[in-house]
């Protein structure tokens, strides 16, 4: 019986065998301490492609050193990491499963040595360093590194690029106005807060005609902060801009309490995909494939991000499908694991 999980998607010419997305997780195990990629990470995405995973999108990887969330982040602000990951792609394309790759600032919520950088000079918490306020000049800088590195993601073979501008991270920070109280034309009104995202999405698009993915938070789960209604304004300016679909997770701008529960970010996913007219992700505790279908079934959303279920099990597509009566092709080193 065909299911939507396993049913193929083609976005621009890139085509997933199924709906299944690896989520992007930091790992925190680039131990050179320099953004290289490790044999831990080999291992780690490979598996999860021979776990026939349609689409693997490598954890937030920063523009800049200092956009790391911490030094053992993953980078790509130098033309060095390129060769690494082109072999990782080239091996993970073997089991069939495409790639993609979060490029990443992590702003205000950055721990690494030295300054760090915000729209306006407001620490997370008590704990957090208090960045500095970019200036004119660091806002142009920061929109030429994302551009670099999406040069470099096209030369390692990257099929997708994914903007990370969820989380708190530096993008958000642009967004909501709990973390943007500028007075230039970079913030102020909702389209002065997308500014920056806006210059980001346009840079990356002078040097990538594949398809990009922008990661929202839509909820800050704070009474001034912004929700869903926001969110509907900001993917319908990101789809004029050339975003194909939006990868739809929720809260981390400040500190707030999160009612989590099985598919808690799906109607975001839901409202922004209706309402903007947009393709989007849903993610967030989606562990079984029924609840994946019925997401797929009811246009809730196109594709399926799992995250922690992956690490789990890095096989988690095998139960998704035994679950949903259907079967899927192993590869061919494990297909006598059907055979009785
Ligand atoms: C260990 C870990 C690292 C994560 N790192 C990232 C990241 O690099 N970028 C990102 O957008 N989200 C990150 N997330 C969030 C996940 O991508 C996902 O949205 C979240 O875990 C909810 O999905 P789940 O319930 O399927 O795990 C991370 C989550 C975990 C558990």
Same mark, same amino acid.
């Given at each position: =019986?065909?299911?939507? *999980? ?10 997933? &065998?199924?709906?299944?997305? $690896? ?19 080999? !291992? ?19 523009? !800049? ?19 690494? *990951? ?6 993970? &394309?073997?089991?069939?499963?495409? !790639? ?7 702003? @205000? ?18 704990? =957090?360093?208090?960045?500095?306020? =970019? !200036? ?48 230039? /034309?970079?913030?102020?009104? *909702?389209?002065?807060?997308? @500014?920056? *995202? ?7 698009? /002078? ?19 912004? #929700?869903? #209604? ?7 300016? =990101? ?40 393709? #989007?992700?849903?993610?967030? $505790? ?7 279908? /019925? ?16 690490? @789990? ?12 009566? #259907? ?8 297909? @006598?694991?059907?055979?009785?």
């Amino acid at each position: =019986m065909s299911r939507a *999980l396993f049913s193929p998607f083609t976005i621009k010419d890139v085509t997933l &065998k199924n709906r299944i997305v $690896m989520s992007p997780m930091c790992m925190y195990s680039a131990v050179n301490r320099n953004g290289f990629l490790e044999d831990f990470h080999f !291992t780690h995405y490979i598996s999860r492609a021979a776990g026939q995973v349609g689409l693997i999108i490598l954890e937030a990887t920063a523009v !800049t050193p200092q956009g790391r969330i911490s030094d053992q982040d993953l980078g790509i602000w130098d033309d060095q990491h390129i060769e690494k *990951l082109a072999k990782l792609n080239v091996q993970i &394309k073997k089991y069939g499963a495409k !790639t993609g790759i979060q490029l990443a600032h992590a702003g @205000r919520k950055a721990t690494v040595d030295g300054d760090i950088y915000a729209p306006s000079a407001i620490p997370f918490d008590e704990n =957090m360093k208090t960045p500095k306020e =970019m !200036t004119k000049e660091d806002i142009h800088l920061t929109i030429n590194a994302f551009q670099d590195a999406a040069k470099r993601a096209k030369k390692a073979g990257f099929d997708i690029i994914e903007i990370h501008g969820a989380h708190g991270y530096l993008i958000n920070e642009f967004l909501s106005p709990l973390t943007n109280t500028r007075k230039d /034309e970079y913030g102020g009104s *909702l389209e002065k807060r997308y @500014r920056f *995202l806006k210059e980001v999405i346009q840079a990356v698009r /002078e040097v990538w005609e594949g398809p990009l993915f922008v990661r929202v938070s839509a909820n800050d789960y704070h009474p001034e902060g912004l #929700t869903v #209604t926001d969110y509907v304004q900001y993917a319908k300016w =990101m789809k004029e801009d050339g975003v194909d679909l939006i990868d739809v997770s929720s809260g981390a701008v400040v500190p707030a309490k999160i009612d989590v529960y099985p598919g808690y970010q799906v109607r975001y996913a839901e409202t922004i995909r209706n309402l903007a007219i947009i393709q #989007t992700g849903a993610v967030g $505790m989606i562990t079984s494939g029924l609840q994946a279908e /019925e997401i797929l079934k009811n246009n809730r959303a196109d594709l399926i991000f799992v995250g922690r279920e992956l690490l @789990r099990n890095p096989y988690w597509p095998y139960a998704a499908a035994k679950e949903l009566n #259907t079967e899927i092709t192993p590869p061919v080193q494990y297909e @006598r694991g059907w055979k009785f």
